[in-house]
Nanobody, 125 residues
Framework: VQLQASGGGLVQAGDSLILSCVLS????????LGWFRQGPGKEREFVAS????????YYLDSVKGRFTISRDNAKNTVYLQMNSLKPEDTAVYYC???????????????????WGKGTQVTVSS
């Protein structure tokens, strides 16, 4: 399984971005999908996840109401719509996949099985 994230960039506080991540080497409906991020000098942290069928989602408290995770299994793609971006959202964002994840919360506690290379998001104040 390979994952390719895209959509990062340099934006101003308050702007929006949408990240995409395409899964290859498998069918996405076999995997839960999610986003993690690693800011400068920080450890990688969970951001959002979605179960294999999209029926369950889970978010980091600090992004609730601003970020939305979604998936299109026909396109083997997971998205992260990020609104009202803040400088503290600056990080490298990584997408991940987890075998047969039924409950999105699973990713928060147990991480992912597969990782893609990250995409940089920089939010200026």
């Amino acid at each position: 399984v390979q994952l390719q994230a895209s959509g990062g960039g340099l934006v101003q506080a308050g702007d929006s971005l949408i990240l995409s991540c395409v899964l290859s080497g498998g069918t996405s409906d076999s995997y839960g999908l999610g986003w993690f991020r690693q800011g400068p000098g920080k450890e990688r942290e969970f951001v959002a996840s979605i179960s294999y069928n999209g029926g369950s989602t889970y978010y980091l408290d600090s992004v609730k109401g601003r970020f939305t995770i979604s998936r299109d299994n026909a396109k083997n793609t997971v998205y992260l719509q990020m609104n009202s971006l803040k400088p503290e959202d600056t990080a490298v964002y990584y997408c991940g996949a987890k075998d047969g994840m039924v409950v999105a919360l699973d990713a928060y506690y147990n991480g992912m099985d597969y990782w893609g290379k990250g995409t940089q998001v920089t939010v200026s104040s």
